[in-house]
């Protein structure tokens, strides 16, 4: 694009403040980019450098359209990358975002059984929480994703969910902690430093239709927010904090230095695979299926 050449050549100047070392950088002569430089200033009706003894600096006007160029740089190699996300897919190539519980549960043998099937696949993988998972999903940074059913979604928000199964809150501790050894109360348990795994992000609440809710009682308590499970686990044997996870990653967690202290059965989710309206590509349905069937494992 000449947009973009003629951006190119701006910024590397701009950087260096030298015409001779950005002529370096770019590979081309000191002339050709003086010239590129004049022409650009010309097109744009105003000196974009001062020209000093050892080099040049930036102008008002320079200055201006250094913030310009490199907004559009940054757009042009966002909508490249786009483009080849696309043309990925069209052979094939998924986009996934799942929690870590549900990959360790069921994802990762689809996974695996999906590319036995096509040898040729290509995966992204990504995780994180349902939020964010599902504000990828709606910008279309993903295909699907695997989690928890989110209530009161924006009208804006067009996903369909298919239910798998439902799982139970239960309250994870490190083996050392004085709850691993008893069957405490919420009170008890209340009175313990609460480790959130994977929070909301109010940059991510745009999908709700209400946005995050408030809970006044924990304004009084201790909180970690973490936003990786491998570090949740590593600040639970660190600290003697609480953290409410699925109860479907005890098998899993135990095997990691966690014990189950308490579940509460009156807190249900369904956990299922959401994916945009109206997009039904073959690769995707497919693996679909073989979620649906490995997630019979669990229930």
Known sequence: ??????????????????????????????????????????????????????????????????AFAQEQQE??????????????????????GTGEVWWEGFVKQSVKDYQTLNPASSFHLEFGNNLSLLNHLTMGDIDLFIGHEVLELSEDCRVSFQPLFQDFESIYVSNKHPLSRSTPSPDLINNYPLLRVTPNHPRHQTVLANGLPHDDLLEERIIYDVDSVLASIDM????????????RAETWLSGLGLSTCYTDKTKVGNIGIYTKLGETKSTVSEFVTLLKQHAQNLV
């Open 236 to 247: 639970l044997h660190m600290t003697q904090a609480v953290m409410p996870y699925s109860h």
């Open 75 to 96: 757009q042009y190699f966002s909508l490249k990358h786009q483009f080849s996300d696309m043309q990925q897919r069209q052979f094939g190539k998924i986009k996934i």
């Open 1 to 66: 694009m000449a947009i973009n050449k003629s951006l190119k050549y701006f910024l590397a100047v701009a950087k260096h403040g030298n015409i001779k070392r950005a002529s370096d950088e770019l590979y081309i002569s000191q002339p050709s980019l003086t010239s590129a430089i004049k022409k650009l200033e010309a097109e744009m009706g105003a000196p974009l450098f001062n020209r000093l003894s050892k080099g040049v600096e930036l102008t008002p006007y320079g200055q201006r359209f250094r």
